[in-house]
């Protein structure tokens, strides 16, 4: 019995000493720079009392509100990333050795910044157009201004510009109309002066990820039996990022169908005895981004059926009404329109009668 709980608690140090020999120390003094508005590094030094045995990595990860932005794992003892600042992040940094064991994460957290904005989003319409749109914050500064820099890689970004084409809204700045040549990723800046601090909010969009163009504009042809439709691309990415969904009715029939197309055409049969109304709406492809038009202004062709019994049964309705009208007023006034003609032998009888009074007197 004694020999059995002894085996015991052998191997429970045994199991304490490989606990301990996996707990690796910490990198050390995580720092944080920026190298410019959008961009920072952070680096650390080497935890000290390393196994010579041990192929040492850092695992780096990123986190903004709860979200993983970015995940590494590198022999370098720095990291350098452009982000935004849209609530807090979060740099997390831990000793590796031969992919085994880890240290326990130390940490680096940038807290967000004063609101200045609220609801910021941005859409392109065009590849040179793009809107960006917020509401202000109750401390909101009057000197607000906007500012955009392109980047092609996470870790580097185009220098600052300025937004010269503000939207308005009851005396406030409520967006802006930037026109350039959109790659991957844009970084923007919100700032100004709140009780005397200068204060800045930071975005980032991905162009291809909020595509609004303009609706489509819808044209309609006869050919035969079918009607054929037509529109332009959308002025944003390839031809093959582009779907289309038609909606159409025809008479009294709402039917709504949807019919998807890789072309902005389509043929639909055509009734001449039925008025058709036709929209479209353009949606850009999963494999190229995200977004898509409004639809488009209803198009039509044709008559209604409805127009052409509610005109078929008006007119005669009308024509009729207004013989009814003319014969009564006709009969209302004949005797001013109509006056009697006296008759000759009455006139001749009054004469005589006339000359026989003027003899008796």
Known sequence: MILTHLGYLL????????????????????SLTWYNEFCVKLSWNAPRDLDASCEVKYMFDVTRNGRLLASERKMKTEFERCLSLEGDVHFSVQTECNKSSRSQPVVYTIAAPTELVKNFYCFINSTVDMNCMWIAADQAPENLHLYYSYAETRTTVSNLSRCSDYLHREGKKTGCHIRGHFGALVFLQVNGTVNGSS????????????????APMVNITKEGTELNLSWDYPEIGATYCWDYILNYSKCKEHLNKLIESKQPKANIPYDPRCQYRVQVKAVYSKDCGLGGSDWSKVAVYGEDEWSNIVIAIAIPSSVFLLVILFFCCLMKHREKMFPKIPQPSLIFKDILNSSKEQKML
């Open 11 to 30: 191997v429970l140090l045994w199991i304490r000493e490989v606990t301990v020999e996996k707990v690796l120390p910490q990198p050390l003094d995580l």
């Open 199 to 214: 204060l800045r909010n930071t975005f980032e969009v991905s162009p291809l990820y909020n595509v609004k163009p303009a």
